[in-house]
């Protein structure tokens, strides 16, 4: 924690290798949320090129004492949620188009290279709400608390916990359904 | 292929990895849109340079002045001796009690295009020492109105008709002036070695003779000026400045004129410059937080009460919402070690039966709750955190609904500690600082008690959205002398905000404390230790709440808390050591 409030102390006043040393510490992480909740690799990318392009246009108004792991996750989350809202007033993606946009992931020129665990993962995460899929993302990748989850998502614990505790159900049973195959 | 049964560990044994090249390409995208947002400040930042220099502020251009006929009388530059002294500016300056200036652009040319004023445009200022004050009036409408002894700026905006105030955090080693002379020779240092030349000449002004002093200098960044002084060689006093700078890697000139004048008095406050009184007044920064040292003297009582607090104990809390307890917490403290559990009912007790169950489970007694709390703590399905501080770390485990814990990095905390919550100070000694948003104050429920009270004032909290999270707030707090000043009523006056709302629509103003209350918290029975300690036992909260409609509702009994202490112990064995936590395979 001490060592972000430097980081973006330095990159305030112009030190481009703070930003590296930002980038290279918060982007796996960044992609990993950003892929469990989209389980599409293109949008995961899009999504955290585009949060760090937001966080360095807006340095100055970020305050150095914030948690900037929290800060990077919820931006990626809430962007994910808008562009997800903003899809589902389209038709839905089929298991097959689904699966095409995780194969692209082998392609050399992919940012991003995933697991085969992490592929199940993703895939079987797009199958329940998106509510859920927020807060065990945030919850079991973003390392929040349901208490920070529930300030993000404008909701109350209890609502997140219901969220979780269903969430983390459905995905076992699916990743449980999808391992025995 | 094995079943997928703890999902954090499959979640957290996923990995990712990425694409070395395309790593960099990223990462040189992202550094483009930083120094393209660098480049875009530096642009703001060369007008600023140009249009807001400290020289085209009047009291800088007068330093300036001063500083030229330093430097023409220590012989530093080979020119004529001015017929007038330092002595002679300095007393001038420093009999004027306001300086009025007019600031115009007259001359513009090359890459104008974010120019933030047109030829004619410019600002008003004013600026005194007693009081200090800093005031311009710009030709766009915007006015800024500074206090610089309590570090205030407020600003109007024309367009939004709001006037924010925003306070600068002052330090104790910040400087003051005595007068205006005083500031114009404390700056000059600063400033005596940036003239590259000067030129004295007598010249004619208004029709009345002058003494012109031009200066002309490049900064390091590029930016060339030529600054002219018209004094009058009988007030000494300036009376007229012409500024034009160059910002030469930008291609960018401007020239501004300054007219001076030295009036007796000056604007009071913003509304007598032109903003309107039904202007929308929004505090947006913290105000001066600075230690209050009669305030330090006024605590000393309760601080020491609240210091020599007895060190060892467990204290059992109940939260009861109605007729149920919606969770119990449990602290063990021993001198500077703590651990706080937090069990939380709710949500476990869903039934009538469940209910009668857990209710005679709990009991109502320091060995049957600690029992429970116990036993809760082994049992599955159910939220637990744990919070424990050794005396320099801070750690805290956290059970979900599905048994699975989530343990956080311990953190350093040598100074205090950090978990403050549920223990005794907390309920009957709360932290108040001697800032100077704290006051003492009597009124009457102070003076039919016979207790001490201190008023908190918060400004409205402004949620990084943009809504506003919660109006002004006033807090007191009222302290018991003859019960080892506990405070033993806390009152909140602000108004009710419901889910936050956006900013620009808040219909009220955000600093009105209402006089009604809408909370309070009280002691309603007191406990005695046996050595003599006083303790909170039984307190209530009453608050306002909102009905179907969104209406306020009076304030009503919202929650009790109920204590049960037990001073000196025998502490369970490890309770206090971090390695007996949970880990997050258990």
């Known amino acids: ?181 | 292929m094995k079943q997928v049964d703890d999902i954090k560990k499959y979640f957290k044994e996923a990995r990712i990895t990425t694409n070395e090249s395309k790593d960099n390409d990223v990462f040189n995208k992202i550094l483009d849109a930083a120094n393209k947002n660098k480049t875009s400040a530096n642009k703001l930042s060369t007008w600023r340079i140009i249009m807001k220099t400290k020289i085209t502020n009047i009291a800088a251009a007068a330093v300036i002045f001063i500083a030229v006929m330093l430097i023409l009388q220590n012989g530093s530059v080979n020119i004529e001796t001015p017929a007038f002294g330092l002595d002679d500016i300095a007393t001038a300056i420093q009999n004027a009690e306001w300086i009025h200036c007019t600031m115009t652009l007259e001359e513009l040319s090359g890459n104008t295009d974010d120019s933030p004023m047109g030829i004619g445009e410019g600002w008003e200022s004013w600026q005194s020492v007693q009081p200090s004050l800093s005031i311009e009036k710009h030709s766009n409408g915007t006015i800024y109105f500074t206090e610089e002894d309590i570090a205030k700026t407020s600003i109007y905006d024309p367009e939004s008709n709001i006037i924010n105030v925003k306070y600068k955090q002052l330090s104790d080693s910040q400087e003051t002036y005595a007068s205006i002379s005083d500031m114009f020779t404390a700056q000059f240092t600063d400033i005596k070695n940036r003239f590259d030349k000067v030129k004295y000449e007598e010249g004619v002004f208004e029709g009345q003779p002058v003494t012109i002093i031009s200066i002309d200098y490049t900064s390091e960044g590029g930016l060339h000026s030529i600054i002219s002084i018209v004094v009058d060689p009988e007030t000494y006093l300036p009376k007229k400045t012409c500024i034009q700078q160059a910002f030469l890697k930008k291609n960018l000139t401007a020239k501004m004129t300054g007219i001076y004048d030295y009036p007796k008095s000056g604007p009071v406050d913003i509304y007598e410059l032109g903003a309107p009184q039904d202007a929308k007044v929004v505090v947006i920064d913290s105000i001066d937080m600075r230690d209050n040292p009669e305030l330090i003297e006024a605590l000393t009582p309760y601080n020491k009460a609240r210091e020599n607090l007895v060190s060892d104990y467990i204290l059992i809390t109940t939260y009861q919402y109605g007729s149920s307890v919606h969770t119990i917490t449990v602290t063990y403290n021993q001198g500077r070690r703590q651990r706080s559990e937090y069990h939380p009912v709710w949500g476990s007790v869903n039934s009538e039966d469940d209910k009668i169950g857990y209710k005679e489970a709990l009991g109502d007694s320091f060995d049957s709750m600690l029992k429970w709390s116990q036993d809760y703590e082994n049992s599955k399905g159910k939220n637990l955190s744990i919070h424990i501080y050794d005396g320099e770390y801070y750690y805290r485990a956290e059970k979900d609904p599905l048994d699975e814990w989530t343990i956080n990095e311990k953190q350093q905390w040598p100074d205090h500690n950090p978990i403050g919550l549920n223990d005794l100070s907390d309920w009957g000694w709360p932290n108040i600082l001697p800032k100077n948003n704290v006051t003492k104050i009597e009124n009457d429920y102070s003076r039919e008690n016979n207790l001490i009270a201190f008023e908190r004032i918060l400004e409205p909290d402004i949620r990084r959205d943009g809504k506003l999270a919660c109006a002004a707030q006033k807090d007191i707090h009222y302290l018991d002398p003859s019960r080892d000043y506990m405070c033993v009523r806390k009152e909140q006056f602000h108004r009710m905000i419901r889910g936050g709302i956006e900013i620009k629509d808040v219909e009220f103003d955000l600093n009105e404390i209402p006089d009604e209350l809408s909370s309070v918290r009280f002691v309603s029975e007191f406990g005695q230790t046996d050595n003599g300690q006083w303790y909170p036992k039984k307190i209530e909260k009453h608050s306002k709440r909102w009905d179907a409609d969104g209406k306020e509702k009076p304030l009503s009994l919202s929650l009790i808390h109920t204590l049960y202490l037990k001073t000196n112990p025998e502490f369970p064995e490890g309770i206090f050591d971090p390695n007996n936590l949970p880990k997050e395979d258990d």
């Not at chain 1, 966080?55 to 004492?65: A, C, E, G, N, Y």
């Not at chain 1, 562009?83 to 992919?110: A, G, V, W, Y």
Request: hydrophobic share 35%; with cysteine.
């Open chain 1, 1 to 181: 924690m001490l060592e972000d409030k430097v980081l973006i102390f330095k990159f305030k006043r112009g030190c481009n290798d703070a930003l590296r040393r930002i980038y290279e510490k918060y982007r796996n992480d960044l992609l990993k949320l950003a892929i469990v909740m989209t389980n599409d690799i293109n949008t995961a990318e899009d999504v955290v090129q585009d949060v760090f392009v937001n966080f360095v246009r807006s340095i100055d108004t970020i305050k150095p004492h914030g948690n900037l792991k929290q800060y990077l996750m919820t931006s990626v989350a809430n962007r994910i949620k808008n562009r997800l809202r903003d899809i589902s007033r389209h038709p839905t993606c089929s298991d097959e188009n689904l699966d095409k946009q995780l194969t692209d992931s082998d392609n050399p020129e992919r940012w991003a290279i995933l697991s085969e665990q992490l592929q199940l993962i993703s895939k079987a995460m797009t199958k329940i709400p998106l509510d859920q899929r927020q807060t065990i993302a945030l919850h079991l990748q973003g390392d929040m608390t349901f208490r920070q989850i529930a300030k993000v998502q404008d909701a109350s614990v209890n609502t997140i916990q219901g969220h979780y505790r269903y969430g983390i159900k459905k995905l076992r049973t699916l990743l449980n359904s999808e391992v025995t195959k």
